[in-house]
């Protein structure tokens, strides 16, 4: 078992080399199996590290397919189909290790079969052996559609600390992915006073992207994988001081989505600086679109959850449809908010949208967005169609400036800004902070900013160019070997 | 490829823009040398003329909304609100009688000088009500600091939910513009719904908010200015009804309403900053648990706090002293009224629970929604509220919550506090922190 340790310098690349472009970030990464009925995925536990963004090293304890030799963090996202007989088999290299000890994987939410290995507390075990005789496999039906963790469970307080622990996708019946996302082919023509649940009329367009039912639709999927990490218990784990490893209260200091601490959930997935931690964050969207929000608490404490730009609709809990008719589909049962807690061990999925509604001016530009259809002044339904913003800016002595703001307040649009300022905002897009509001986490030990903090861009139809803007289509997926 | 936008900013310029002073003139006398001017001055937006006494006159409807951060009465909606804040520093006590330094916004009125307003930061901020329909010009200057004069942060303002916000207006430093000590902004706001918000400084946005740069934010419903005798589903509205939400009913009507923002301070952090030394993140721990910027018992004290900080004597009987502390949190209701309890969390480490143990507590909203469920039959959407004696709140969150005061309760104090214990303390002192009482008349 190879063990690396990071390359700091990997991190002195600059944020202007983000790439925050389209391609390489939208949509779920994760494991399929492409036969049909079936779902057959091999897991290693290895032990190795992670990088932190303040430039810290932490043993980890983490899972990884046969296509990694290194473990990662996060556990791979496993996607399967409602149906499918899933069988995970699990093999223990920590041997080793100086705390190397038996593991074993947990389904919350399914009724596994565990063969092989030995009889542990929760489930049968896998010994820290690296040898296929002593793997345990692990057999369900996955019956219901959503959004699911797994994770550890033996000395669950300690292995899922480590990193043992990661996302389960189950698509139901008739998904289907689209080619093409849905653009609303008119503004809403409702008050824009009221609150209205769906403003938008969308073009039907092919594939069935739903998360549960027809009323969880959605344009883009992400996955956000809270955790915690505190790196004194990774220490004692690292030498060997299991026991000092579990007395200990746990004290955070490092908080991070799908295994990263901001910044560098801004990077793309599988980055090669980050070799361990192959997911990002960043969120993308155009005006009118719904997001699915895939939300799994694997840490140890409360993370409330904000999405700034607009709230969310929560539509399901653990992997549950927020429904009062069940098998109709339509989260009636579900709640909108702007700050949504992350409870450990819950996931929860939630749609998010955003457009211009009601903003009381036009946020797009008249000479770069104009062959959008939103932008024509018989659509602009709140009269609104040329409205300037309504105050002046201040001039550019006075502020001080984001580096992902155009120099614009319009959508697609760029503006002047102070030499080395701006330049991570290739398409004028609107950036929103979605990240926990306990803002202490939004630290990595003492430096801020970091922590448990990613980014939605809402990007326009046209780029710098004029040509139209296609964020990649909701998921992209890796095969596994077998 | 970029594209500069030509479009004219002047020509259909909706508000005029006041300059109120040279401001580095004005300020740097304040804090002496070492201050290099900016080109910044200070100035307020607003699309309508404003009167002489601190309170801002609508253009359209010529209606009087007062923004003195302490009381607010709006009688019909203008079309158009205006507020001045100030972002800075100051002091603000704790129950136990620490003075700690804090940042903090406080209000100003119009045509007054900003940089008057340096060291007088307030806790919470100033309170920003709004009518749904209007639109909001929320003016922030940023005043140096005057206790930290190495620093020189830019402010923002963040309206913490506004949907389907702007990034430029969002407050976001990463992703918008924050102005520089010695500048003003103005943020716009078209105000689409009712609702519960908050608003904070999101710039180095732990260390801010820490800080104390946290204040209540709400939207009225436009169902509170029906025509007299409007039916709502059977619900009669008389004029000056309130309600929380456009419910359609009636079912969010409350007699007395009141911001009860969650705030807490911890004590090193804010030593730290004021002996300029590191600041201790990961450690930060809060000491002082409190509702709207006070500590037990103060929270029932109904005076308004002078910032008068001993550890530093240019505060105190100088003349510099203000209001530093203007909510009071004592709940003071008739037997029979409904009381609306806006409760919103801006701590910046913990979730907190709240309890009322003995009087139930209506969850009609939440997130500055209301809460609806499932159409039922009637054509629009059940809803969906809940009793519940207690509520928990991490930071970010808030919730809309309506009391019943027993018409039986005449002379009766309720207590309502948090049942995570070890918050009721002010640092040391037993018997404070996170509480304070409903008192029926």
Redesign the interface.
């Known amino acids: 078992m190879a063990k690396i340790s990071i390359s700091k310098a990997a991190l002195a690349v600059s944020a202007v080399a983000l790439g925050v472009t389209g391609g390489a970030f939208a949509g779920v990464p994760g494991y399929v199996d492409p036969t049909p009925g079936s779902a057959n995925f091999d897991l290693t536990v290895d032990a190795g590290y992670i990088s932190a963004a303040d430039g810290s090293v932490i043993y980890m304890w983490g899972l990884h397919t046969p296509d990694r030799s290194l473990m990662q963090y996060p556990a791979p996202t496993l996607i399967v189909n409602e149906g499918d007989e899933v069988s995970i088999t699990l093999t223990n290299c920590l041997d080793g290790e100086a705390a190397a000890e038996n593991t074993s994987l947990i389904f919350p939410g399914f009724d596994v079969t565990a063969t092989g290995g030995v009889a542990g507390a929760a489930t049968r075990e896998a010994a820290p052996t690296c040898n296929a005789a002593d793997s345990v496999t692990y057999t369900f039906t996955a019956d219901h559609a959503g959004t699911f963790l797994y994770q550890s469970g033996t000395n669950i307080s300690v292995q899922s600390e480590m990193g043992l622990g990661g996302a389960l996708i189950v698509r139901p019946t008739g998904f289907l992915h689209r080619d093409e996302m849905d653009i609303p082919d008119a503004r809403p023509t409702a008050d824009?006073?009221?609150?209205t649940e769906d403003p938008f009329n969308y073009v039907p367009q092919s594939g069935n992207q739903i998360a549960y039912g027809t009323g969880t639709d959605f344009d883009y999927e992400y996955l956000y994988v809270l955790t915690d990490i505190d790196p004194d218990i990774h220490e004692m784990v690292r030498i060997g001081d299991m026991a000092g490893a579990k007395s200990r209260d746990g004290k955070a200091?490092y908080w991070m989505i799908n295994g990263r601490a901001g910044p560098d959930t801004f990077f793309a997935n599988d980055v090669p600086w980050l070799p361990t931690q192959p997911y990002g964050s960043m969120t993308q969207m155009q005006p009118g679109q719904k997001v699915l929000v895939r939300t799994v608490s694997l840490g140890r404490d409360?993370?409330?959850f904000?999405t700034?730009?607009?709230?969310l609709r929560v539509v399901a809990v653990d992997g549950n449809l927020l429904s009062?008719?069940p098998g109709s589909g339509i989260p009636?049962?579900g709640?909108?908010?702007?700050?949504?807690?992350g409870i450990p061990g819950q996931t929860f999925d939630g749609v998010f949208e955003?457009?211009?509604?009601?903003?009381?001016?036009d946020?797009f530009?008249?000479?770069?967005q104009h062959p959008v259809e939103w932008h024509e002044p018989s659509a602009r339904t709140d009269g609104t169609h040329g409205?300037?913003?309504?105050?002046?800016?201040?001039?550019i002595?006075?502020?001080?400036?984001?580096?992902?703001?155009s120099?614009?307040?319009?959508l697609g649009?760029?503006?002047?800004l102070p030499p080395g300022e701006g330049g991570l905002n290739l398409n004028g897009g609107?950036?929103?902070?979605w990240h926990?509001?306990?803002?202490?986490e939004?630290?990595n030990?003492?430096?801020?900013?970091g922590g448990m903090m990613t980014?939605l861009i809402?990007e326009p139809f046209l780029d710098?160019?004029g040509d139209q803007l296609v964020i990649p289509r909701g998921s992209i997926f890796e095969k596994t070997a077998n | 490829?970029?594209?500069?936008?030509?479009?004219e900013?002047?020509?259909?310029?909706?508000?005029r823009?006041v300059l109120l002073s040279s401001a580095a003139l004005a300020v740097c006398t304040w804090v002496g040398s070492g201050m290099t001017a900016?080109?910044?001055?200070f100035y307020q937006?607003c699309p309508g003329p404003v009167n002489a006494e601190g309170e801002v006159l609508d253009g359209v409807g010529g209606q009087v909304i007062r923004m003195d951060g302490t009381t607010t009465s709006i009688d019909l909606p203008a079309a158009s609100v205006c507020y001045h804040i100030v972002g800075g520093d100051g002091f603000i006590r704790m129950a136990d009688g620490t003075p700690l330094y804090s940042f903090g916004f406080s209000p100003l009125a119009d045509g007054q000088n900003p940089g008057t307003r340096a060291l007088k930061s307030n806790l919470p901020a100033p309170l920003i009500r709004a009518v749904?329909?209007q639109?909001v010009?929320l003016t922030m200057s940023n005043v140096p600091f005057i206790i930290r004069p190495d620093l020189f942060d830019?402010h923002s303002v963040?309206w913490?939910?506004f949907?389907?916000?702007?990034?430029?207006f969002?407050g976001?430093?990463?992703?918008?513009?924050?102005?520089?000590p010695?500048?003003?902004?103005?943020?716009?706001?078209?105000v689409?719904?009712p609702g519960t918000?908050m608003y904070h400084c999101?710039?180095?946005?732990?260390?801010h908010?820490?800080m104390g740069m946290v204040g209540n934010l709400y939207v009225e419903p436009?169902q509170d200015f029906l025509p007299d005798g409007a039916d709502l589903n059977g619900f009669t509205h008389n004029t000056g009804d309130r309600y929380a939400y456009?419910d359609g009913d009636g079912s969010t009507y409350f007699d007395i309403e009141i911001p009860l923002q969650i705030n807490s301070y911890d004590g090193a952090f804010h030593k730290a900053h004021y002996n300029v030394q590191?600041?201790?993140?990961?450690e930060?721990e809060d000491t002082y648990p409190m509702f709207n910027g006070r500590g037990y018992p103060d929270t029932i004290r109904t005076d308004v706090f002078l910032n008068a900080n001993p550890d530093f004597p240019g505060t105190t009987g100088t003349g510099l002293e203000t209001f530093a502390q203007p909510l009071s949190s004592l709940i003071s209701a008739a037997p029979g009224d409904k009381v609306l309890l806006r409760i919103s969390s801006l701590?910046?480490?913990?979730?907190y629970t709240l309890v009322s143990p003995d009087l139930k507590m209506q969850v009609v909203g939440?997130?500055?929604?209301q809460?609806v469920?499932?159409?039922l039959g009637a054509g629009s959407?059940s809803k969906?509220y809940y009793n519940t004696h207690q509520l928990?709140l991490?930071?970010?969150?808030?919730y809309d919550v309506i009391i019943d005061i027993p018409d039986n309760a005449s002379g009766d104090i309720f207590f309502l506090y948090t049942s995570n214990l070890n918050q009721l303390a002010n640092d040391q002192q037993d018997y404070g922190g996170m509480m304070t009482e409903i008192h029926v008349q």
Request: proline share 9%; aromatic share 12%; charged share 15%.
């Open positions: 824009p006073t009221v609150a200091v409360l993370h409330p904000h700034h730009g607009n709230n009062s008719v009636d049962l709640f909108s908010d702007f700050t949504v807690s955003w457009s211009d509604l009601g903003m009381g001016w946020i530009d008249e000479a770069t409205g300037v913003i309504p105050v002046s800016l201040p001039g002595p006075d502020l001080t400036f984001g580096g992902f703001y120099g614009s307040p319009y649009s760029f503006g002047q609107f950036f929103y902070m926990s509001h306990n803002e202490k939004l630290v030990n003492d430096i801020f900013p980014m809402v710098g160019n | 490829m970029n594209m500069i936008r030509e479009r900013k002047g020509s259909k310029m909706t508000s823009r900016s080109a910044g001055e937006q749904q329909g639109k010009y830019p963040h913490h939910g949907p389907n916000a702007s990034a430029v969002d976001v430093p990463d992703n918008s513009i924050s102005p520089n010695l500048s003003s902004m103005t943020y716009f706001y078209n689409a719904r918000f999101h710039v180095e946005a732990a260390e908010m820490q436009a456009n590191p600041l201790p993140f990961a930060m701590s910046t480490v913990d979730y939440q997130g500055s929604e809460r469920g499932p159409d959407p969906a928990t991490g930071g970010g969150q808030s």
